[in-house]
Nanobody, 119 residues
């Protein structure tokens, strides 16, 4: 099993910045990807950014050029630096990991952290 603990959400004005952190524990050697998804009011959960074990990063179209995902392997932590925030970036942000168990890929989710962007 892999457990995730998130931190860093909050309230910010449009144009401001926030940094989210997600710490993984447990079977971290089995992690294939780590990243962030966003659940905005009235919308489906969508990918914000994720990083693969080898270091490749993928970003959602709406955040490219504004958000940066980084990783500290020694701390089993990923960071999402969110700059130039817009009101539409608001929502509950969930840390996600896909990890390998036997022949299966499994998903685990954090508890979610709220991001509110005022206009």
């Amino acid at each position: 099993q892999v457990q995730l603990v998130e931190s860093g959400g909050g309230l910010v004005q449009a144009g401001g910045s926030l940094r989210l952190s997600c710490v993984a524990s447990g079977s971290v050697e089995s992690i294939r990807t780590m990243g962030w998804y966003r659940q905005s009011p009235g919308k489906q959960r969508e990918l914000v950014a994720e990083i693969y074990r080898g270091g490749t990063r993928t970003y959602g179209a709406s955040v490219k050029g504004r958000f940066t995902l980084s990783r500290d392997n020694g701390k089993n932590t990923v960071y999402l630096q969110m700059n130039h925030l817009k009101p539409e970036d608001r929502g509950v942000h969930f840390c996600n990991t896909e990890w390998v168990f036997g022949h299966d890929g499994l998903d685990n989710w954090g508890q979610g952290t709220h991001v509110t962007v005022s206009s």
